[in-house]
């Protein structure tokens, strides 16, 4: 603590933080351009959000965080911009100091071999994420161009074994209805590293607290190589009418989980926008503080960083994620 004026200040403590997910865009004229629609619903703040802007908004309003690094997230560029994605974002990574790994986009439905091998020459690179998301009759999904339940395919099925082989990383994100058909894809690919986006990507109160939902958690959670993000709250409940409802979920899921399997993620700058609640870094810290206050420091130090480092095999010591120079 400091002493001012005569009185003891004490500081908070400052948690250490390795964010696991977040996005860089630029809609205006890069990678992104094509879906600008989307990004317009999204993060319509911002049309071009690069690494110090994202620096700048876990850090710029004096939350009691240390920002070790994170993880880059596939923004959503269109399926045949993809791979530009990547290349440009291990560019715009450069601008930091901090390490970050990339997960990159990939489409399931195609031959994945170049998407593989030009990612593999990025040092960042981590994993893989395809929005699978779908829901029948919806004018548009989380990805325009996903137009059936992809889980049912035989060529995407047959990826997931490619993946596997290849020993990356995948983020799972979907709608609670197809977690069922989604547990019997993981069930054929074990040694597979699965990171569950978003709490599963519930959209209402009433989902995180149906049988569906649950039901499917349960059989994730049965695969000790599945993983958790504890994240986009605003995705459920942008008003927070029901907040105590998805702090107390959130807490059942990593108990169900366990901490060791579970992470903290901000999910900026979607997070940030008007439309999901504007949420700042400091109130994302008091959600995650409500959520991780009964957990033990070890447990809470997994939900932090620790699941997040070992889950995408990011060795800081040993300079994973930083520019070259």
Avoid at 24 to 50: I, R
Avoid at 73 to 84: G, S
Avoid at 187 to 201: A, Q, S
Avoid at 276 to 296: C, H, L, P, Y
Wanted: net charge negative; hydrophobic share 40%; charged share 25%.
């Amino acid at each position: 603590s400091n002493r001012a004026q005569g009185r003891e200040v004490h500081l908070p403590i400052m948690v250490k933080f390795f964010d696991p997910h977040f996005h860089l865009v630029d809609w205006e004229s890069g990678p992104h351009k094509d879906n600008e629609a989307l990004w317009k619903t999204l993060y319509p703040e911002k049309p071009v959000f690069g690494i110090l802007d994202y620096e700048a908004l876990i850090l710029g309003d004096g939350a009691p965080v240390e920002l070790l690094g994170g993880m880059f997230i596939e923004a959503n560029a269109t399926q045949a911009k993809r791979i530009e994605e990547a290349l440009w974002v291990d560019k715009q990574l450069d601008v930091s100091t901090r390490p970050y790994g990339i997960v990159s986009g990939i489409d399931l439905q195609a031959d994945i071999t170049e998407t593989i091998s030009v990612n593999r020459t990025l040092p960042r690179f981590r994993g893989f994420r395809n929005i699978l998301n779908w829901d029948e009759g919806a004018a548009v999904n989380m990805d325009p161009e996903v137009n059936t339940n992809r889980f049912l395919e035989d060529k995407v099925r047959a990826n997931f074994k490619v993946m596997e082989a290849e020993d990356v990383s995948f983020e799972l994100m979907l709608n609670p209805h197809q977690y069922q058909v989604a547990a019997d894809v993981l069930d054929t690919v074990p040694n597979l590293r699965v990171i569950i986006d978003h709490r599963g990507f519930p959209k209402t109160i009433d989902q995180i607290t149906s049988e569906e939902y649950w039901n499917g958690m349960k059989r994730f959670a049965a695969m000790p190589n599945v993983f958790m993000k504890i994240s986009f709250f605003g995705r459920t409940d942008a008003k927070w009418e029901n907040g105590a409802t998805v702090i107390e979920k959130s807490i059942e899921l990593i108990q169900l989980f366990t901490p060791q399997r579970c992470m903290f993620a901000t999910n900026f700058p979607v997070d940030n926008a008007e439309v999901f609640g504007a949420w700042t870094m400091q109130r994302m810290v008091e959600a995650f503080n409500a959520i991780g206050k009964d957990f033990s420091a070890e447990e809470q130090a997994c939900l932090w960083r620790e699941t997040a480092l070992r889950v995408y095999r990011m060795d800081l010591a040993a300079g994973d994620g930083l520019p070259r120079r």
